[in-house]
């Protein structure tokens, strides 16, 4: 079993930056692949970045490839992702999600275990 809590989330003017963490309870989160997702109102939940457990397969949404970075430090047991340069149309609520798999997966329902959100505003 394993819990994530996000945090990080907020409003930021266009071209600013945030970085979100999620903060996974569980002896056996080194073994789980890890993925950040968001969801915009009116919209689909749509995978945005994941990576595998050593940390070494890292997987970007075109949409935030050279924008975002994500990261794990899994003696903190965390979960990291920096997002720089934002635009507006980042604007949702940002969610991990963790699956006990070596292979990362850009679908939601692979994932069995998901944060409770965090809202991220980017305004113009």
């Known amino acids: 079993q394993v819990q994530l809590v996000e945090s990080g989330g907020g409003l930021v003017q266009a071209g600013g930056s945030l970085r979100l963490s999620c903060a996974a309870s569980g002896r056996t989160f080194s073994t789980y692949a890890m993925g950040w997702f968001r969801q915009a109102p009116g919209k689909e939940r749509e995978f945005v970045a994941g990576?595998?457990?050593?940390?070494?397969?890292?997987y970007y949404a075109d949409s935030v490839k050279g924008r975002f970075t994500i990261s794990r430090d899994n003696a903190k047991i965390t979960v990291y992702l920096q997002m720089n340069n934002l635009k507006p149309e980042d604007t949702a609520v940002y969610y991990c999600?963790?699956?006990?798999?070596?292979?990362?997966?850009?679908?939601?329902?692979?994932?069995?275990?998901w944060g409770q959100g965090t809202q991220v505003t980017v305004s113009s």
């Open positions: 999600a963790a699956r006990p798999s070596v292979v990362v997966v850009t679908t939601v329902s692979e994932y069995d275990y």
């Open positions: 990576i595998s457990w050593t940390g070494r397969q890292l």
